[in-house]
């Protein structure tokens, strides 16, 4: 059984802005490896600047790999060409990104539409999805994303970003921007939500506690690089300093 | 004599002044549109472009739209005497604010839909086709607006180059010095700005989603 995401040292360099011999590249990610099963979440935990969100980029190919190996349910996302790899992956950011002009369905609907799927099945994938994000279909579908709270809008993202049953799913920051409670509520709602899809998830977040109650597995960066990869147990007890520093900030 | 006699007496020559006017504009403004929609967009893609592309249509703009009819005269192709070389005249002065609003349109489209829009597999194209162009649709619209409305003055001038229009009324009464004449041609072109506005307007704020 292939894995939903397979990350072999993984690199990315900025090329740098000088002339000729003094031009200096600048690493922004080096050397991360990881595996994500089916039904496994990933934390992607780290300080602004450690290299989280780039290496979220680097696997849908937002930015393209300097160095290293992205392979997606198999097959090496580099071979695929970009917009049928992304189609793939579901893809959730903080600003959530709904178009302003599309009703909740149509956003929805994106992934499915572009893979030119029949308009009755659209439908029917869209009520399934809105039900599962806790929106009812009937009073959400028609609305437009202004008229829609912070957390509906970000529930009307994910259930965007699984709309064309992706294997693997990126999360960057997708609770960040939400009041406490709301994300709380979306937290809770979303660790429940986990098991059940049974895909692959890397989830990125500065929010230590929010990583440990919902990554099966918590990859820590600093400077660019996975300093530690083990379970929340494991890394509640690690002696890494990174790790501990994190610790004491929960 | 006034107006109203004038127009009566004159309504065959006035409908076909006012029709050679609109002839201009229009078919000035929708080359425009046709040349400086894609260039704005062309813009958002290569960024580099942008300062002398928007530089260029910039000098177009500043030159006094009388040197610019004479300038345009001597030319080979483009120029001569007619609504040909008026034509051309106004597309250049319509290229600015069609070009610069379609370029700040669609490079206003809030970063994350686009990032959210590429990241969920959509090609250039469909990003352009369904998000940036229907988002920047209310910008780009002003600056059709603004375009045509600088068109109507601007084609009044068309009239010394022999392209008609109703510039001819206004030449005609400067020259022999009688403003009812001047004002046969300045009040109809008055109105066709203002309409062109008005309706230019409604439109604009139908398609301003960044508003909601």
Sequence with gaps: MTKPLEVEGLGYDLPGRGKGERRKSRSLVRDVSFTVGAGETLVLLGRSGSGKTTTLKLINRLLEPTSGEVRVAGERAADLPVTRLRRRIGYVIQEVGLFPHFTVERNVGLVPRLEAWPPARIATRVRELLALVGLDPDTFAGRYPHELSGGQRQRVGVARALAADPPLLLLDEPFGALDPITRVELQREFAALEGRLGKGMVFVTHDVREGLLLGSRIGLMLQGRLTFLGTPDEFRRSDNPECRAFMAAA | ?212
């Design chain 2, 1 to 212: 004599m006034n107006l109203w006699h004038f127009y009566s007496r004159n309504s065959q020559e006035v409908l076909g002044l006012v029709g050679q006017h609109l002839y201009l504009v229009a078919i000035s403004t929708g080359a425009a549109i046709v040349i400086g929609v894609p260039l704005g967009v062309l813009l958002t893609r290569r960024p580099a472009w942008r300062g002398p592309v928007l530089g260029m249509a910039n000098v177009f703009q500043t030159v006094p739209s009388l040197a610019l009819f004479g300038f345009l005269i001597p030319l080979p192709f483009i120029g001569g005497i007619g609504a040909r070389t008026a034509i051309v005249a106004l597309v250049l002065y319509a290229l600015l604010p069609i070009v610069r609003n379609t370029y700040e349109g669609v490079a206003g489209v809030d970063p994350a839909v686009r990032e959210a829009g590429r990241g969920m597999g959509m090609t250039d194209w469909q990003l352009l086709t369904q998000v940036e162009l229907p988002l920047g649709f209310g910008v780009i619209l002003a600056g059709v607006r603004v375009a045509t409305v600088v068109s109507v003055g601007t084609a009044t001038i068309a009239a010394a180059i022999g392209a008609g229009g109703l510039g001819v009324y206004i030449f005609r009464g400067v020259a022999v010095v009688d403003d009812t004449l001047i004002l046969a041609g300045a009040l109809p072109a008055a109105l066709m700005a203002l309409a062109a506005d008005g309706l230019l307007g409604v439109a604009e704020r139908r398609f301003a989603w960044r508003a909601r």
